[in-house]
């Protein structure tokens, strides 16, 4: 197999389903990185290398909408020690500002070595000369150096979800000299923001001695690495026409209904990750009503919950946190039938989300850290007729581009309070003016134009 386009990514862009029969098959997983990138790899005999989810036997590649799809077996280990351990408990705390403390395990980075080394041979296998290929986020840092070594011949990208954090916090990680050598395999390593790009440019400086000049490496061999920012986005077309959808409208009526017909409605919807800020959202929340600025009749929270990473300590921890402090929160301020947070720990389809930014009067998105931070545009995209306030934190990608947004410092909780009863209160002009101006900046930056020029600066090289 040859392919000319590679994607190499923690996941397949699949989900194993099991039919009523006990047969099983593949259906694609639900995100706009799989819907971007789909019709580009569709083009050009692509191939995506992916681990199943599953603990799993070696699996031959096999085809599924139009591309090559090639399976990495992770054994019960590896999964606990490579995922789990080294890219959700030690990497993911670290790069996110150290909300978390992360773990340092030794026996971790041998299996994060181990499974990089795995992808990037899988890579090597099945991409055609010259080809290009492009590495997908923290789990596969190792992955662009190996793969270049392996295959010299290949034009390698890497694109990192997440924040790339600020020197002196990656500096504590063991092995920061390894994972830097692993990115400058790359001929072009991509960040959500200009901070991050700037801060590995910095960290390569200090740490491997290269010399460097604006977004540029030069390595001792003479060639260029290159570290530049590219905001990922949404489908937006996608959410605008499910947000138009009749049942979508119809369902985010009776959603209001159900929720008694409150006058406002406000939403978060969040993995559940102690990133996202939920726990200090729902006491600003609680804390309006204790204060008087408004009542349960008045208002209601709709939190959303996916279930996310549920085996790594620190999120069962949290979880109990936050599902005390709701019951709390109802117990104290609830009447009968009418409790002013309905937390749904639970994952929804796609257009029961739409539903729900439909039926939302104020989004409010409050992480410590985030990457980008696509549920701010998802909001934004469904509100095809202007209405609607976005309460977001100034620590989340997407603040730079929705400038209009209520924006807030997720640390400081009267500073919170203030944001979200100014959007509570504010007219419908002022919420129209910021939304329409909102809407304008998502729909000129969608994610398919983010993957068209991420591969066009690649192929420039
Ligand atoms: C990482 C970075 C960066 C959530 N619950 C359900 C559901 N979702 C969807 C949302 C949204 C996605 O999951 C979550 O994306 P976020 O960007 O909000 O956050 P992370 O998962 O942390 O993503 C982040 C992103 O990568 C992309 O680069 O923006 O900063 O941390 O699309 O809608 N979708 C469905 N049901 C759910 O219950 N269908």
Aim: glycine fraction near 6%.
């Amino acid at each position: 197999m040859s392919a000319d386009l590679v994607v190499v990514a923690n996941r397949l862009p699949v989900d194993r389903v099991v039919a009523d029969d006990g047969s099983t098959g593949w259906r694609r997983s639900p995100g706009g990185l799989v819907s971007a990138l789909l019709p580009v790899m569709q083009a050009n005999h692509g191939a995506w290398i992916g681990w199943t989810g599953g603990h799993d036997r070696e699996m031959d590649p096999f085809e599924e909408e139009g591309i090559t799809l090639v399976p990495v077996a992770l054994s019960a280990t590896e999964v606990e020690e490579y995922y789990e351990g080294f890219s959700n408990d030690t990497l993911w705390p670290l790069y996110h500002d150290l909300v978390a403390k992360p773990s340092f395990h030794r026996e971790w980075w041998e299996a994060y070595q181990r499974v990089n080394q795995r992808f990037a041979e899988k890579a090597a296998e099945v991409a055609a000369q010259g080809a290009t290929v492009w590495v997908q986020d923290y789990q596969l840092q190792l992955v662009p150096a190996i793969l270049r070594t392996l295959r010299p011949d290949l034009k390698i990208g890497f694109y990192l979800h997440i924040p790339f954090p600020p020197t002196e916090l990656f500096s504590q990680l063991p092995w920061r000299r390894e994972l830097l050598e692993g990115l400058l395999g790359a001929d072009l390593v991509g960040f959500q923001m200009p901070g991050g790009a700037a801060n590995f440019v910095r960290l390569v400086k200090q740490r491997v001695g290269h010399r460097t000049h604006r977004d540029r490496v030069q390595l001792p061999d003479g060639r260029i690495v290159r570290a530049q920012a590219f905001p990922i986005s949404i489908d937006t077309q996608r959410y605008e026409s499910l947000a138009r959808d009749e049942a979508v409208v119809s369902r985010a009526q009776e959603i209001r209904e159900q929720l008694g017909n409150p006058a406002t409605v406000f939403l978060g919807i969040d993995r559940l990750d102690y990133t996202k800020g939920i726990y200090a959202r729902l006491r600003a929340f609680s804390e309006l009503i204790h204060d008087g600025e408004f009542s349960v009749e008045d208002a209601v929270f709709v939190q959303v919950a996916t279930p996310s990473r549920e085996r790594v300590d620190q999120y069962r921890q949290m979880r109990d946190e936050i599902e005390r402090l709701v019951g709390r929160i109802n117990g104290d301020l609830g009447r009968l039938g009418r409790p002013p947070i309905s937390y749904l720990h639970s994952s929804y389809p796609i257009e029961e989300m739409a539903a729900l930014y439909r039926a939302a009067d104020v989004m409010v998105v409050t992480p410590f850290r985030d990457g980008m931070n696509l549920v701010a545009k998802e909001y934004v995209a469904c509100r095809t007729d202007n209405t609607g306030a976005l309460v977001l934190s100034e620590f989340a990608g997407a603040a730079a581009e929705l400038r209009q947004a209520y924006l807030v410092n997720p640390y400081d909780i009267n500073g919170m309070k203030a944001q979200m009863l100014a959007a509570y209160h504010a007219s419908a002009a002022e919420r129209t003016k910021r939304m329409r101006a909102m809407r304008r900046t998502i729909s000129q930056h969608d994610v398919a134009r983010w993957a068209s020029s991420f591969l066009r600066a690649l192929k420039a090289y």
